[in-house]
């Protein structure tokens, strides 16, 4: 199994550039999340779903866009992108609400 | 909202030390999970526990969680080169409904180990 997929691995924007975070599992997991860490910051929830079309948001929300058509791909989207937006996205996905997540590889964003 | 608080921030030790690393938890949690991330790396899982003042261990690895469920620990026997990596506590809160699946991580350790 490939667990979970992130594309891509890296990518330079441009500010006010918008860009789609891809992430997949196939693990049949109902929960999918996405991270952002920060140096110092330790990994801050965006957005979650706990099933394909619920998603809600997390602690840093602003600025990100989800969805959740299916169970496999939960994508994020950056409809403007700014400098803040720098930093290092993880998707996870786990089975339940009391089981282990799984972290994809990560994307290095970098705004200029 | 849950806050979970992780000390300390950094640790270097020499290899064959001792290290331990420890969570705070704001609010009851329903149970807490570890996670280490190697340089450049993603979060990986290392172990989940959910009873009041369970202890688990994993070969030098040993995990408490506290009586009250608030606080737990991480303690490293004769660190290794290879432990080398940030060490995550990860909370889930008591709530019911889709919040109860988020998972709140400390700001994490970062552990260097001198040869």
């Known amino acids: 199994n490939a667990g979970v997929t992130q594309t891509p691995k890296f990518q330079v924007l441009k500010t006010g550039q918008s860009m789609t975070l891809q992430c997949a599992q196939d693990m049949n997991h109902e929960y999918m999340s996405w991270y952002r860490q920060d140096p110092g910051m330790g990994l801050r929830l965006i957005h979650y779903s706990v099933g394909a079309g619920i998603t809600d948001q997390g602690e840093v929300p602003n600025g990100y866009n989800v969805s959740r058509s299916t169970t496999e791909d939960f994508p994020l989207r950056l409809l403007s992108a700014a400098p803040s937006q720098t930093s290092v996205y993880f998707c996870?996905?786990?089975?339940?609400?009391?089981?282990?997540?799984?972290f994809g590889q990560g994307t290095r964003l970098t705004v200029v | 909202g849950q806050q979970v608080m992780q000390i300390p921030q950094y640790q270097h030790v020499q290899e064959g030390e001792d290290f331990t690393t420890y969570c705070n938890s704001s609010?009851?949690?329903?149970?807490i999970q570890w996670y280490k991330q190697r340089p450049g790396g993603h979060p990986v899982f290392l172990i989940q526990l959910v009873k009041s003042g369970e202890v688990k261990k994993q070969k030098r690895l040993t995990f408490q969680f506290g009586e009250a469920k608030k606080n737990s620990s991480l303690h490293i026997t004769a660190t290794q080169t290879t432990d080398v990596g940030t060490y995550f506590c990860a909370g889930r809160g008591t709530h019911s409904g889709a919040g109860s699946y988020q998972l709140t991580f400390g700001k994490g350790t970062k552990l260097s180990v001198i040869p």
């Open positions: 609010t009851t949690l329903s149970n």
């Open positions: 996870a996905s786990s089975y339940g609400g009391s089981t282990e997540a799984f």
